[in-house]
């Protein structure tokens, strides 16, 4: 079969047998994911009372206040923080995807049960077990100043720092997995005909892997940067809720503030904000493995 | 005159197993070298080790003057074409072939003017602007050969390059790269386990068998001087008869051959020495006929077996004393000479046919 024998029959239209065997997935998103954005959209229209209760009466005054500076500030501290926390996973998830599809399969398979075994225990555990290390009583600080390495208790806890740490780590293996596949697939021959072409491991790096992984990298970027934007667990419990950003916010609104047009309006916004930055990564994705 | 290639001394291991055992070869420049063996004979090894893919446990290799043993490929004036092809598939043809020159620091204008002369050279004019996915298998083993070629490498590697093709296009692809080789003169140093391809392209054969060289020679050498057993079972056909000595005397020697064919031979042929040795004949150099034939060798047998082939016949023979031979004759359009099975008939030899190897 050609290359374009499999390209036609990927193009072709689903039948109904296929429309059959999509049915869970197309009712399970008509349900949890097309019916609440449709309620969301709706409330971000409307009014509260001073009791907290949502009236029923068409006004864009939510969207005015989602334009605060106040809350672009937190926009701009969110988009900042998962742009961070994606970068990091890039530069420290890169080199482990590679060197997993670099090595034996047995290897290979081993490490990857490594990368997923996280996954086996409960995210809130594994966040209180990072508070239990970055507080300042806890085990980093404790290690560092028995080592004389630093002289006061570490400060780390509720900072920044800690916020990226725990996102970072949160989010690692959702960078690491789909850079892998891409690597995995990469033909070894394709590395040793640029050496043979006169190009240096450096130049090999920007030249053939790079471009060719793009696909895992791109799908890597999305599935950190989106959730890490949004993520509210880790910046309450470790950055103690000193730096909200918009997970927490939208939270708020619909918990303590009881202000729920706005909570809506923020999340329709924020939506869109994923709609249009996933868009353009699939046009750019689109155009880098064509 | 310095060699192109030289191995000195070279072998390879992977753990236990000795992929190139102590193989020392020099490549001739503007020479067409091909290294024949089956696969796992070493012969790819051989190959990445010129290249620089591999670094050898001992012995050395030399490009010209240069000592590159230790000199990563990057660095070597040695190009590959792979036999996967290894297209970039991010890349256009135009790019695919522009690479290396890229890689040269080669002036832009210069890079433009190769880079069209070397897709020129192997007819793919129009298709610069494809990606290799859009390509037929045969182009996209031309875009391999033209992105190994435009950066005019003083020797090119070819590890099995038309394995993945069919029969037709191979054939016209054996032409057009021996076609190649002499218009460029470029050192060409072919892998294949496809004899027929290395008897048709080849300058000079090395006859790769378990990560040592048997037999270096040009196709002639190899096919009627045959150095080892393995040389002449692997390119051509041969009758290989183990064979010992019965008794000798001044001007011939009695020998007996598996099967009980008793034959008087030369004393020339036979290697002074040697009790036990193995003949080698190749079939088409047996003369059968239903009438006697007058040769320095011949013994009468039966036709056990005929198989139509178009213009010759395959016949296997089994000699009065119950010797198997295989025999390819011509043939003949004259009923009275056309030879089927169950028939009695003469073979008849010459001497400078009969080859006579070590036994193994």
């Known amino acids: ?290 | 005159m310095t060699p192109m290639v030289e191995l000195r001394g070279v072998t390879k291991r992977f753990g236990a197993f000795a992929a190139v055992e102590d193989v020392s070869l020099a490549v001739r420049a503007g020479e067409f070298l091909t290294l024949l063996g089956p696969s796992g004979c070493g012969k790819t090894t051989l190959l990445r080790l010129i290249a620089g893919f591999e670094t050898p446990d001992a012995g050395s290799v030399f490009l010209g003057d240069h000592d590159v043993t230790d000199t990563p490929p990057y660095r070597r004036n040695v190009n590959q074409v792979f036999q996967s092809y290894a297209l970039f598939p991010h890349l256009t043809v135009r790019e695919n072939v522009a690479f290396g020159l890229r890689m040269q620091k080669t002036p832009a204008a210069e890079r433009e003017r190769r880079v069209s002369e070397a897709i020129a050279l192997v007819s793919l004019d129009g298709f610069e602007e494809r990606k290799p996915h859009q390509l037929s298998g045969g182009q996209r083993q031309r875009v391999a050969l033209a992105r190994a070629l435009a950066p005019r490498p003083e020797v090119l590697l070819l590890d099995e390059p038309l394995s993945a093709l069919d029969a037709k296009l191979r054939q016209s692809m054996q032409l057009e790269l021996k076609r190649l080789q002499r218009q460029l003169g470029v050192t060409f140093i072919f892998v294949t386990h496809d004899q027929e391809e290395a008897l048709t392209m080849s300058d000079r054969i090395a006859i790769v068998n378990r990560g040592r060289i048997e037999q270096l020679g040009t196709a002639q050498d190899i096919y009627h001087a045959p150095a080892t057993t393995f040389a002449a079972g692997f390119v051509g056909q041969s009758n290989l008869l183990p064979a010992e000595l019965l008794a000798r005397d001044e001007a011939t020697v009695r020998v007996r051959m598996e099967g009980g064919l008793e034959l008087q031979l030369p004393a020339s042929c036979w290697p002074a020495a040697a009790k036990r040795v193995v003949l080698s004949i190749r079939p088409e150099k047996l003369h059968v006929s239903k009438t006697p034939v007058v040769a320095e060798i011949s013994f009468p047998a039966r036709v056990e077996e005929e198989i139509f082939k178009g213009a010759v016949d395959h016949l296997t023979l089994i000699t009065d004393s119950g010797s198997k031979l295989e025999a390819v004759v011509a043939n003949e359009s004259a009923l009275l000479e056309a030879i089927h099975r169950g028939d009695r008939v003469h073979c008849g030899l010459h001497a400078d046919d009969l080859v006579v190897l070590r036994a193994d």
């Open chain 1, 1 to 290: 079969m050609s290359a374009d024998d499999v390209t036609m029959m990927a193009r072709r239209r689903p039948g109904w047998a296929a429309w059959l065997m999509l049915a869970p997935l197309l009712l399970w998103l008509a349900a949890f994911v097309v019916v609440p954005t449709g309620i969301l959209a709706f409330y971000s229209f409307c009014q509260r009372d001073e009791l907290g209760r949502v009236v029923f009466s068409f006004s864009p005054e939510s969207y005015a206040r989602v334009f605060d500076p106040v809350y672009l500030r937190i926009f701009g501290r969110s988009i900042w923080y998962a742009a961070l926390t994606t970068l990091v996973c890039i530069g420290a998830g890169f080199p482990v995807a590679w060197f997993i599809a670099r090595v034996s399969e047995k290897w290979r398979h081993r490490l990857l049960l490594l990368v997923m075994i996280p996954f086996w225990t409960s995210f809130l555990i594994r966040t209180y077990a990072w508070i239990t290390i970055l507080k300042s009583d806890g085990l980093l600080s404790a290690l560092l100043q028995y080592a004389g390495l630093i002289a006061a208790p570490l400060e780390l806890l509720y900072t920044p720092v800690a916020v990226v740490i725990g996102l970072v780590y949160t989010y690692l293996p959702f960078m690491i997995l789909p850079i892998y596949s891409s690597a995995e697939k990469l033909d070894g021959s394709l590395l040793e005909a640029a050496h043979d072409l006169g190009c240096g491991p450096w130049r090999v790096f920007w030249e053939v892997v790079v471009p060719l992984t793009k696909p895992g990298l791109y799908a890597g970027i999305l599935l950190v940067f989106v959730p890490a934007i949004g993520m509210f667990a880790i910046t309450d419990l470790m950055g103690g809720a000193r730096v909200p950003m918009i997970g927490n916010v939208i939270q708020n609104q619909f918990f303590q503030a009881r202000d729920w047009p706005f909570g809506a309006a923020l999340g329709v916004v924020f939506t869109l904000m994923f709609v249009v930055s996933y868009w353009l990564l699939q046009r750019r994705g689109a155009g880098a493995t064509r």
